[in-house]
């Protein structure tokens, strides 16, 4: 049955129940560890044959399960995620492990722990800095995600394991970046909102099922199968933290517009950067986790200086998103913040600044990640749109 | 007025430690004058205002100050200011004013010190301090600041172990290091920008003061849990700067909380509470409306005496063994580190993994003998509200205490309404009777009996 | 050839006529009902009707407004912040900024040749919308319309601290308690209208020429008090309801030229 289908059909089966899959390998005697955040290293758990898996939000899932546990005042999508959890969304989950990305995460974390029990917790802390001081904490923090795995599998990880296992999520994050370059097209090859379902489906799946079903996916994107509608749309790229949810996308893509590039946890943040192959794969590790594009990390262009330079501090910070503009010929920016987030949040008047200094339309919108909010949104995302005309 | 109401009895002594604030805004509004560096920098929990003092380096808190802003009436222009240059508005309030304040420093008073601003103003700084304990704001907030001023940023990491980890010998030891490698890039750099070394044995000294200051905090306050408690959460929140900022000349903070201890322990001896009689004893988390504090006062005319803060704002419980440690920066390092694991261990064996966010306040609520606490919910700070769903319920489940919590705002005054949070208050009163006597027949825990 | 523009409001359904020399044939408001979709094919049937005019002979329509998605009958919608510029550009060819507050949300549009260039919005705040008034209005039980006349007379206004709009009435409460006039308070009320939405346009950096659009500038009390905060005057629409509407119009002529001269080609 599961190998009738392929490519974009495969997606939606996928979609129609992301436990299935999980189920099925659950009852070949494998595991899965749940995570939400893109911080923490799934190279670890395929190496362990664990199956990692993305817990998401589902913004038409009724919150229900916070009262005793997170306020409204939390990050709205976190907030929403545990909320999937606590309703047994995930109840096939033998695991589950966190990262002190943000804040968000951390509570998350461990606000999680003390309310349900499973076989196998762990959480990683990490440094806000890139100082090579802190890499070396954070390279140790790796070391115990891997023995502990290790005391809680009862098997031990060996480096030529752990190397297959960065090879192929490298090989993995290679495909993703495939399918974005059939985005450069004009018209894109894939839509935004087929790029997010693609992404979510291979989000909840091993590494190498993932990879098999990106290829057919490209494949039938290069024949232009999976195409959106033709006519003249606008070419935006969104940036934010994690754009799991399609009504956000097709908030913009309702508007003859189509999300062609993203600077988010789904999409190109999680996918843009590799792990280098080094002797030391925990080394790799740690270099890649710790450079993640995410504005929960402080950036600085020359750490220790004595006078800012605030141009060359725009550019260290936001340069990657110049090139993603130039690259896929972005004709407008739409900067996408959840509600009470406070390292993006810091960033919304700075990260203008460097849009407006290479002179590309920009628009801040707010959600609270509930379909409720997003109808407000829709005047100010086609004024928007209407001033690029 | 009927004559007769009943008042919070501040303490004296406390008086002297509460003029000390100001102490920090005048001596860097001096090294202004002077032409010395003055530096900005986030409340570290100890983990770079040692080095500062060592340095004769004087700091700012533009956290501390923000609150002072917002006592003083004077945030609303600030706050516009900073929407105005497109911030969102759920930021930390604290932070808001202090964008807010650069915004109108830089554009409207050509760099100098607004007229209007509260206490004198905050000097441009040389230098701004980041840390990373607590809260993400305090990592992003100084940075955010690089459009106005080219003021350099420097950011101090922490480590943040979790309740289970902590118990594990190799997170203790790399959380260690990396705290203690921030210590020392931090003096480098500091020494690196001022041009001038740091004198170890005066850094010695400091941390020695330090610690000697922070324990006499901590026994003072241990003296609440006397019933009627000496001590009102209103002088604890004078007092508080003076350990927290080390604001001020420590030995002469050292002498001042001496005298707080012995007035304190008369107080305890004479069997004075700070409100009388005591009806009700409560926890309050996390922190005040410092707009509204004669909210407490009305509070005291019913009888309700504050007895306990948040573990984030009170001295760490003392660490055994500190002073045998002959490496200063080691010493400092674990001193630090102490204040968000202190309470780990013990959570541990509790089954609780919310760490500093849960446990400390089941502790507190059970070791001061609270009938109620009292939540504050801080629409723009995370740091203080996220754990009030979750600890509200524990305090619930582990103790029968009932909570109590309002809506407020670090610094929007428009969000706290203090006639609605007292008409709420008279309702709470019959919930905490009720608990008092439903932990009295189930005997529920034993050693949280109040005195009838 | 004629050319529509509807705007559909949460209140009011507009409708302006135009002709290919951007002459007004027509402008009509009616209150807005529950079911858009029908009520919008009537007021432009009735619109029709009065001048004449059969539903075939106009090119185009173009539908606005909160319920621009309930108008079969449009060629296609367009924000009404798009279609406001370009009313206002039509009336005040020199306008640069608008401030529009309506009964349920707040805008600032900056123009640069006729267009929108930066705009921002507030539609979740009572309190800086003209719904602050009306609540105020219900409380002290003074009709709407005597708001604008009564501020005029006041003497100092008073000030107001609280923005959420169910704590400011209780501090209104408290201001006539205290005894303080009638026209005070609300030349008060007026003025915290105008702190909130001018410190939220001011994002955009307020420069002459300023048109203030919407409902509230019908209101004069709501202009003098504009004014005194931005320092200097502010050009009111003799028709500032339909201003909308007309820019609709005005941008479905623009289309269709537009979209005639590809086909041609």
């Known amino acids: ?389 | 007025m009927p004559t007769d109401t009943i008042k919070i009895k501040r303490l004296k002594a406390m008086y002297r430690l509460r003029a000390k604030v100001d102490d920090m805004y005048t001596s860097g509004l001096e090294a202004m004058k002077d032409g010395r560096p003055v530096a900005w920098s986030m409340v570290t929990w100890w983990h770079a205002d040692p080095v500062f003092k060592a340095m004769d380096l004087e700091v700012v808190y533009p956290e501390n100050y923000a609150a002072m802003v917002a006592a003083s009436g004077k945030a609303s222009r600030y706050l516009d200011l900073c929407d105005a240059d497109g911030f969102p508005t759920h930021l930390c309030g604290y932070s808001r004013i202090n964008l807010g304040y650069v915004s109108r420093m830089v554009n409207g008073c050509a760099g100098g010190i607004p007229p209007e601003a509260p206490m004198g103003g905050l000097p441009k700084p040389v230098m701004m301090l980041s840390h990373s304990m607590l809260c993400d704001a305090r990592v992003k907030w100084f940075q955010s600041l690089g459009r106005y001023m080219d003021t350099p940023v420097w950011m101090m990491e922490t480590a943040l172990p979790g309740v289970e980890e902590w118990n594990d010998p190799d997170v203790r030891k790399w959380s260690l290091k990396l705290v203690m490698d921030e210590i020392e890039q931090f003096i480098a750099y500091l020494e690196r920008m001022l041009g001038r070394k740091l004198n170890r044995d005066r850094y010695d000294e400091m941390l020695s003061d330090m610690i000697t200051l922070s324990r006499l905090a901590y026994k003072t306050f241990e003296l609440r849990k006397a019933t009627p408690c000496p001590m009102h959460s209103r002088d604890f929140w004078s007092v508080m700067p003076p350990y927290l900022y080390m604001s001020g000349d420590l030995k002469d903070s050292i002498d001042c909380y001496q005298a707080l201890y012995d007035e304190v322990e008369q107080r305890v001896a004479s069997r004075i509470g700070a409100v009388e009689p005591e009806k009700y004893r409560l926890l309050f988390a996390e922190l005040p409306p410092w707009h509204s504090l004669e909210f407490f006062d009305r509070l005291a005319e019913r009888g309700w005496n504050f007895v306990k803060e948040s573990w984030a704002y009170n001295p760490p419980r003392p660490l055994e063994g500190l002073e045998d440690i002959s490496d200063p920066v080691e010493r400092h390092a674990r001193f630090h580190l102490h204040v968000a694991t202190g309470y780990h261990a013990d959570a541990l064996a509790d089954d609780e993994y919310m760490g500093y966010l849960g446990y400390p306040y089941v502790k507190f609520a059970k070791d001061y003998a609270c009938d109620g606490a009292f939540f504050h919910g801080l629409m723009t700070c995370r740091s203080a509200s996220t754990h009030h769903p979750y600890t509200r319920e524990l305090l619930m489940r582990k103790l029968k205490i009932p909570s109590f919590q309002v809506e407020g705002d670090l610094v929007d005054l428009r969000l706290f309404n203090a006639e609605e949070a007292l008409r709420r208050a008279e309702v709470f009163e019959e919930s905490m009777d009720y608990y008092r006597e439903l932990r009295q027949q189930e005997h529920f825990p034993a050693d949280n009996m109040q005195p009838a | 050839m004629y050319f529509a523009g509807m705007d559909i409001g949460s209140s009011m359904t507009k409708v302006v006529i135009i002709n290919d020399a951007h002459e007004i044939l027509i402008r009509k408001a009616t209150p807005t009902g529950a079911r858009h979709s029908l009520l919008a094919r009537k007021v432009f049937d009735d619109a029709l009707s009065i001048i004449n005019l059969s539903p075939d002979s106009i090119s185009y329509v173009l539908a606005t407004g909160y319920g621009r998605v309930n108008v079969p009958f449009a060629h296609r919608h367009m924000s009404e912040i798009t279609c406001q510029a370009a009313g206002v550009h039509a009336l005040f060819p020199k306008a640069k900024t608008i401030i529009d507050i309506g009964g349920q949300d707040a805008k600032g549009v900056k123009l640069g040749d006729g267009r929108v260039i930066d705009f921002i919005m507030n539609d979740k705040c009572a309190a800086g919308t003209g719904r602050f008034l009306e609540v105020l209005s219900d409380s002290l039980d003074i009709p709407l319309a005597d708001f604008g006349h009564l501020s005029l007379q006041a003497k100092t206004a008073v000030e107001i601290n609280n923005f959420c709009t169910v704590f400011a009435r209780d501090e209104l409460t408290a201001c006539i308690s205290r005894g303080r006039h009638i026209h005070d308070i609300i030349a008060g009320v007026h003025d915290a209208i105008t702190m909130r939405v001018v410190n939220m346009v001011n994002r955009l950096k307020i420069e002459p020429e300023v048109v203030f659009t919407a409902g509230l500038a019908t209101n004069t009390g709501m202009v003098r008090s504009i004014e005194n905060h931005i320092g200097f005057p502010v050009s009111i629409p003799d028709h500032p309801f339909t201003t909308v509407a007309l820019g609709a119009a005005i941008l479905a002529r623009k289309i269709w030229l537009k979209e005639k001269g590809k086909g041609n080609s």
């Open chain 1, 1 to 389: 049955m599961l190998d009738t289908l392929h490519g974009m059909s495969r997606v939606s089966q996928v979609l129609a129940d992301r436990s299935a899959r999980i189920r099925e390998l659950k009852a070949q005697g494998k595991k899965a560890v749940g995570y939400f955040c893109s911080y923490v290293p799934v190279e670890i758990l395929t190496a362990m044959d664990l199956v990692p898996v993305r817990i998401l939000g589902d913004m038409d899932e009724p919150v229900t399960e916070m009262d005793t546990v997170l306020p409204t005042s939390f990050c709205p999508f976190l907030r929403n995620c545990i909320n999937t959890v606590f309703r047994g969304r995930y109840d096939f989950l033998d695991g589950v492990v966190g990262a002190h990305s943000c804040d968000a995460q951390e509570k998350s974390i461990h606000v999680w722990k003390s309310k349900i029990k499973y076989e196998f917790y762990h959480y990683l802390d990490m440094p806000a800095t890139l100082h090579p001081w802190g890499a070396d904490m954070y390279r140790s923090s790796l070391e115990k995600f891997k023995s502990s795995c290790e005391a809680w599998t009862g098997k031990p990880l060996s480096g030529e394991a752990l190397e297959a296992s960065i090879l192929a999520h490298n090989r993995h994050r290679s495909l993703v970046r495939e399918l974005y370059e059939l985005k450069r097209f004009d018209p894109p090859l894939v839509s935004g909102s087929d790029t997010l379902r693609i992404l979510t489906a291979i989000s909840g799946l091993p590494v190498d099922e993932g990879s098999a079903l990106l290829e057919a996916v490209i494949q039938e994107a290069r024949a232009g199968k999976i195409q959106a509608d033709t006519q003249d749309k606008k070419r935006i790229l969104v940036v934010g933290a994690c754009l799991d949810a399609l009504p956000l996308i097709r908030l913009i893509e309702d508007f003859d517009a189509d999300v062609v590039m993203d600077d988010n946890c789904m999409g190109a943040r999680t996918y843009f950067r590799d792990v280098s192959i080094t002797k030391d794969p925990m080394q790799g590790l740690a270099s890649r986790y710790l450079d993640l594009t995410c504005a929960r990390t402080f950036r600085e262009t020359v750490a220790g200086e004595f006078r800012k330079d605030h141009a060359a501090d725009l550019e260290t910070r936001f340069a990657h998103l110049g090139n993603y503009i130039e690259k896929w010929r972005v004709e407008g920016v739409v900067i996408q913040l959840v509600r009470f987030c406070d390292p993006f949040g810091y960033e919304v008047p700075e990260l203008k600044d460097y849009l407006n200094s290479i002179n590309i339309p920009n628009l801040y919108l707010e959600t609270e990640y509930t379909t409720g909010s997003l109808a407000p949104l829709k005047t100010r995302l086609q004024t928007f749109l209407e001033t690029l005309l």
